[in-house]
């Protein structure tokens, strides 16, 4: 059973302009997928005549009906996000549950703080785990918090102010009991999705997008230099089981050597039972010993040797699993915007035809700013080269217009480029009989001849 999440921040400034620009999406993060950008939804709509997210807090302070002087330092308004783990946000994507999940998420966004105080919801469906960005103004009635606990100690005239006057209050919004509260209530309503909240009073924080990927870059920088070590590692032990090996050879070389020269001197020793005899047997016995510990040390090395190998071989097993985990996660992903992708093209013909445009722009030769412009409606002026794939050649082109638009007398979802009015393979045919007739020869009339 995974977890929820449902972070509060306060916006600092009259504007929040920097978080809108990477809500709207007019600001690309470097963690944004931009094929799934179409994706993301609006789920509060805006009031009239208000288009962005900094219009639509700007309007819901002024039709707040608030009597005091609002200072720069106010807060006037809370960012809300709310998600949940990784794999328990992509089960509920899978199971198609997404739009429940938002459903219920907005409702208890309205019943906790009000509809009129929530001016903007998106669902982020672009980055790596599914997630809503809320804005909450925190409009507020009723006495102040801390006005309440405070008496009055002196004397003088005191003044009764209006119950239920609308003032802005972050303060009265994210106390730490009203926090707990939250987060309590919204476990209630995501029990049903398998989240949970978190451990109550645990000192775990909120870690940032940036922070979490500069973690993630620095662990994978840390696994590949373990990875490097343990090659490293590796490669000196056998470097050390081929010296081992032939110092064993050498060592029984010399043993036998050894065995035969005593056995020698011990039959030599047996006919002439001389004093020498027995200090050569000595020092044959203590050259036995040598050996033996010698052996021994040589099986201690081959048994750490072993455990080393061992080792290695387990962490770099483990380490190439996670890579691999890792792989089949991303196909995985791949080929579940693959199929998206071709249901959405299923589901919507314009959208294939798009598609077909945009590739047809770029083969001829525009840019992508210019063929972004082009597949808008607007029409272009090029200089350049185009390129037939009929003719396969470029042509010039001086000053040409462009544009690209539907022809309903042929197919309402067909779309067509033309160049100057023609269509692009009909430009093309001119530009190529062009060419044909500038290469033909210059023939001079005679008098008298015929050509």
């Not at 903007?120 to 980055?127: C, K, N, P, T, Y």
């Not at 009991?177 to 309590?184: A, I, N, V």
């Not at 050597?257 to 001197?265: C, H, P, Q, S």
């Not at 544009?403 to 393979?425: A, C, P, Y």
Request: charged letters at 35%.
């Amino acid at each position: 059973m995974g977890y929820f999440t449902l972070d509060f921040k306060k916006a600092k400034g009259a504007s929040d302009a920097r978080m809108s620009d990477h809500i709207e999406r007019r600001v690309i993060a470097s963690n944004v997928d931009s094929t799934r950008t179409h994706l993301n939804r609006e789920l509060v709509e805006l009031p009239e005549g208000v288009t962005v997210r900094d219009e639509a807090i700007a309007h819901r302070i002024r039709s707040a009906g608030i009597k005091r002087k609002i200072t720069s330092d106010q807060v006037r308004a809370i960012r809300v996000m709310m998600s949940g783990t990784h794999g328990d946000m992509m089960k509920i994507q899978q199971d198609g549950r997404m739009d429940e999940w938002c459903n219920d998420s907005m409702r208890w966004l309205y019943k906790t703080f009000g509809r009129e105080n929530i001016v903007s919801a998106v669902l982020h469906m672009d980055e790596t785990t599914p997630h809503i960005h809320a804005t909450l103004v925190p409009v507020v009635t009723g006495e102040r918090r801390k006005a309440k606990q405070k008496k009055q100690t002196q004397g003088g005239r005191t003044y009764r102010k209006k119950a239920d006057a609308a003032r802005l209050c972050a303060d009265d919004v994210l106390n730490r009991d009203k926090l707990t509260g939250y987060h309590d209530d919204y476990a209630k309503v995501m029990e049903k999705y398998g989240l949970q909240r978190g451990v109550r009073g645990s000192e775990a924080r909120h870690v940032t997008t940036a922070q979490y990927y500069r973690d993630l870059k620095r662990q994978t920088g840390e696994l590949e230099t373990d990875v490097q070590q343990l090659q490293s590692e590796k490669k000196d032990a056998d470097m050390q089981l081929k010296q081992v090996k032939r110092e064993i050879g050498t060592q029984k070389l010399e043993a036998v050597k050894t065995e035969a020269k005593t056995a020698l001197i011990a039959k030599v020793g047996s006919l002439l039972g001389s004093g020498e005899i027995k200090e050569l047997k000595q020092e044959n016995r203590q050259l036995h010993e040598e050996v033996a510990s010698r052996d021994e040390s040589i099986v201690k090395l081959h048994a750490m040797m072993r455990e080393q190998r061992e080792q290695s071989r387990r962490e770099l097993t483990e380490v190439q699993g996670k890579h691999i985990r890792e792989l089949d996660e991303t196909q995985k992903q791949v080929s579940r915007l693959a199929r998206m992708i071709e249901k959405a093209c299923a589901w919507l013909p314009q959208l294939k035809e798009l598609f077909r445009m945009e590739k047809l722009c770029r083969v001829v030769g525009f840019s992508a700013e210019q063929t972004a412009k082009l597949m808008c409606g607007e029409r272009i002026e090029y200089s350049g080269t185009l390129y037939s794939e009929e003719h396969r050649r470029n042509f010039k082109a001086e000053k040409v217009t462009a544009q690209v638009f539907k022809n309903t007398d042929v197919d309402r979802n067909k779309l067509f480029l033309h160049i100057n009015g023609q269509s692009i393979s009909d430009w093309f045919k001119e530009q190529f009989n062009k060419l044909c007739r500038n290469m033909q020869p210059k023939q001079k009339l005679k008098s008298g001849m015929k050509i």
